[in-house]
């Protein structure tokens, strides 16, 4: 089993993953012009913005300090969904691609936090996010495929 360190910094691995996550819905919401995108987004903005509160109170629990703020390549990542959306003048399938590769990373960290040696509990708590996740990726696969 691992340390209450260690679990708790895997946890906060996945706080600034997934608050990268909300912030580059939230920023799409704001930058996409199809009035169905900007509603998807921000949907999944605000439901990233709950994993992340979740995610902060399994630190909590833990006994740890829950991370409040993204990541530096978020912060790459936002910057680029950002200056992509503006030089493609908003181009839907650009958007789209951007936030599936985001998404992937996000997967990506999350079966790397699952396939560690954590507490039942909190991969209790974890799992269903990753869940959550992974239709939100294959969504917006779909989306890209409606479009192409």
Do not use: W
């Not at 998807?40 to 829950?66: N, Y």
């Not at 790459?76 to 990373?105: C, N």
């Not at 507490?119 to 989306?143: C, E, G, T």
């Amino acid at each position: 089993m691992m340390g209450k360190n260690e679990i708790v910094d895997t946890l906060n691995d996945l706080i600034r993953i997934v608050e990268d996550s909300h912030e580059g819905y939230r920023q799409a919401a704001e930058s996409s012009e199809d009035p169905d995108l900007k509603a998807l987004f921000g949907d999944l903005a605000d439901q990233r913005g709950a994993i992340v509160r979740e995610l902060q109170r399994t630190v909590a629990e833990q006994g740890g300090a829950p991370d409040m703020g993204g990541t530096v390549v978020g912060s790459a990542h936002r910057f680029f969904l950002e200056l992509k959306s503006s030089v493609l003048g908003h181009d839907r399938d650009a958007m789209l691609a951007e936030v599936q590769r985001g998404e992937s990373e996000c997967v990506r960290r999350y079966e790397e936090a699952l396939a560690k040696d954590l507490p039942p509990d909190v991969i209790a708590a974890v799992s269903p996010h990753l869940d959550r996740i992974r239709v939100d990726h294959d969504r917006m696969a779909q989306l890209r495929n409606a479009v192409a």
